[in-house]
């Protein structure tokens, strides 16, 4: 079989904290690894980035700020900068996450440079959950979607609720989040636990933007119920508008000496393998990210049957789940957990041979080629440049 020739990729994102934005940049990461030429076009560098990597590049976008504006229009700024970038690296393929504005973007670049241009984009929840059920925005997200040469989505619910909102009935590929296993593995963490809990309490952990979606509120509740059976900790890890609310809350049970606020942290898997249960009660969660991390570090989530966490946590085998807002039955499921020893070391063990099969990351980052490669209609014999 004929090597596959590197291709040179587009990939814009939202740079800032959030999952989509997580998963495009290790995905870039892992393209550069093969030998791909990787071209991140977006108004900030991603966060997960980092240092140096060898065939990657960052393309910034500058917003006009002429006095006839009203507001910036970074989308339109975006899309000639998509087309600058493809024209001038000669890109083949742009992969943009999330349908607004990115796609739109994506599509308005292809009117300026071509239909040899391909466009690739991801959905990854907000996109269709939250903006889609905007009636004035279906008809952008549509022809969004209807326009690229391939869309993708992170859950089978995500494309399910996609063609039931947008009455869209192109293919779209499943392709599941993943986590860098190199990255994502149990750590040992016993001295950074002991800071927070003793010996004999177990730790219970909740990682979100903390918006009212995330139903923090629940996890209170569950710790609550927990801690007055098993002695436990309850850490939260990030920032949101929900937290404020949270704190006082938390005031108002007495439980102030038994919850630790860790704020945003980028070393995630030292901070995750602290857990000994990861809660994730969400209303709505198109895949749930955070759960994945935990699964990769053999720590079992405890949440709701909500999106796409069906698909990630398999009840009874690497977590428990309930429905939404039966803060009662996650509690329960908890104190199950700690209370068994031989179910909790057969919740860790099947977390980590799940996360490291089909939520591998040279499995997804093989589908993600596999896409490409279709979609530019190539022999891998044939493949040049798009402008070459």
Known sequence: MKKQQPLK??????????????????????????????????????FRLGSFHKNIYYHEVEVNDYYVFRYPPYDLSLATKMAQVVKMQQLDVLHVHYAVPHAVCAFLAKQMVGDQLKVVTTLHG???????????LKDLIRLAINESDAVTAVSQDLIRE????????????????????????????????????????????????????KRVGDVVDIFAEVNSQVPSKLLLVGEGPELPKIQC?????????????????????????MADVLLLPSEKESFGLVALEAMACG??????????????VTHGETGFLAPIGDSGQMAEYVIDIFKDDKLNASLKEAC?????????????????????????????SELNPVFG
Do not use: W
Request: aromatic content about 8%.
């Open 299 to 312: 720590v079992p989530t405890v949440g709701s049957i909500a999106g796409g966490i069906p698909e990630l």
């Open 249 to 273: 809350r938390i005031n108002e049970l007495g439980l102030s000496d038994r919850v630790h606020f860790l704020g945003k942290q980028d070393e995630i898997a030292h901070v995750i393998s």
């Open 9 to 46: 990729i587009g990939i814009t994102c939202y740079p800032s904290l959030g999952g989509s934005g997580v998963v495009a940049t290790e995905l870039g990461k892992l393209l550069a690894e093969q030998g791909h030429q990787v071209h991140f076009i977006a108004h900030s560098i991603p």
């Open 352 to 380: 980590l041979h799940r996360s490291r099969t089909l939520f591998c990351n040279e499995r997804i980052r093989s589908k993600y080629e596999e896409i490409y490669y279709r979609v530019l209609g190539r022999e891998v």
């Open 126 to 136: 907000t996109d269709i959950t939250v903006l889609a059920q905007d009636e004035s």
């Open 162 to 213: 996609t063609r039931e909102v947008l009455d869209i009935s192109r293919d779209i590929d499943l392709t599941y989040n993943f986590v860098d296993h190199r990255v994502y593995y149990p750590r040992d963490s016993a001295s950074l636990r002991r800071d927070f809990a003793d010996p004999e309490e177990r730790i219970i952990m909740h990682i979100s933007n903390f918006r009212p979606v």
